[in-house]
C-alpha cells in the first residue's frame, strides 16, 4: 500500500464546473496537509494545507480533511484553463520536511 | 518566483561518475530539503539539512549525501551515479524545520547514461 495515493488521472473538467481531486493516506498519526500545483516542466508550488479535520476555504480552492478516514480532497469552484495542471497530495508525518507525496492527479480544464 | 535557486538546469552524466547539484535558499529560510522526481511520480524525500546538520533522511542510500552551509545555501552530492538516478532533483526551503510549506527551486534535471 502506497503511503499517498491519488487518482492519476487525467481528470478532465469544462471551464467554470468544480473539480473534485481526492487523496487517501496510510499513516493514521499523520500531522498535516498539503496540495501542491504543478505545471508541466515546472517544480511544485503550494496551493493550500490543512491541519484540522474540516473544510479550509482560500478563493476558488476548498480543501477537506477528514482523519478518521484518512482522506483529503481539494476542490477547485469556477476551474479555469490556467488551473490545467498536476496536483501533488503530501502528507507531513513527522512535523518536518519530510513530506510524502502522492504521484499527483492530472486535471485538465477544457474551454 | 520562490527565491530558491538551483543550478545546474540540466545535466547530462555517465554510470558511474558523480554529481553535485546546488541550491541558495529563499532568504531567511534556515531549512533545506533535497527531493528526487522521477517521471511521473511525484517527489521523494532525500534529505533534510538545518543549521548545517542533516536534519531527517528518507529511504536513500549513503552515496547521496549533502552538505548545508553558514549561508544556508546547500549541496546535494551522488556517487556512483545508477541510471535509476535519471530524474528530477528539487531542492526546498522552508522558514522552520517543522514547516511544511516548502518553497520549491525549479530542479535540476539529471540523465545518467
Known amino acids: 500500500q502506497k503511503e499517498v495515493e491519488q487518482n492519476s488521472g487525467p481528470l478532465s473538467v469544462p471551464e467554470g464546473a468544480i473539480a473534485s481531486l481526492n487523496c487517501t493516506y496510510s499513516?493514521?498519526?499523520?500531522?498535516?496537509f498539503f496540495w501542491y500545483r504543478q505545471y508541466s516542466g515546472k517544480s511544485p508550488e503550494l496551493i493550500m494545507f490543512?491541519?484540522?479535520?474540516g473544510d479550509k476555504e482560500d478563493g476558488r480552492f476548498t480543501a477537506q480533511l477528514n482523519k478518521a478516514s484518512q482522506y483529503v480532497s481539494l476542490l477547485i469552484r469556477d476551474s479555469q484553463p490556467s488551473d490545467s495542471a498536476t496536483y501533488l497530495c503530501?502528507?507531513?508525518?513527522?512535523?518536518?520536511?519530510?513530506?510524502?507525496f502522492g504521484a499527483g492527479t492530472r486535471l485538465t480544464v477544457k474551454p | 518566483e520562490t527565491g530558491v535557486t538551483q543550478s545546474p538546469t540540466h545535466l547530462i552524466k555517465t554510470r558511474g561518475q558523480q554529481v553535485t547539484l546546488r541550491c541558495s535558499s529563499q532568504?531567511?529560510?534556515?531549512?533545506v530539503s533535497w527531493y528526487q522526481q522521477a517521471l511521473g511520480q511525484g517527489p521523494q524525500f532525500i534529505f533534510q539539512?538545518?543549521?548545517?546538520?542533516?536534519?531527517g533522511r528518507g529511504n536513500f542510500p549513503p552515496r547521496f549525501s549533502g552538505l548545508q552551509f553558514p549561508n544556508y545555501s546547500s549541496e546535494l552530492n551522488v556517487n556512483a551515479l545508477e541510471l535509476d538516478d535519471s530524474a528530477l532533483y528539487l531542492c526546498?526551503?522552508?522558514?522552520?524545520?517543522?514547516?511544511?510549506?516548502?518553497?520549491f527551486g525549479e530542479g535540476s534535471r539529471l540523465t545518467v547514461l
Open positions: 532568504s531567511g529560510h534556515n531549512t
Open positions: 503530501a502528507v507531513n508525518k513527522y512535523n518536518n520536511n519530510d513530506m510524502r
Open positions: 539539512y538545518y543549521r548545517e546538520e542533516e536534519n
Open positions: 526546498a526551503s522552508s522558514l522552520v524545520v517543522e514547516d511544511g510549506e516548502l518553497f
Open positions: 490543512i491541519y484540522s479535520n
Open positions: 499513516d493514521r498519526g499523520s500531522q498535516s
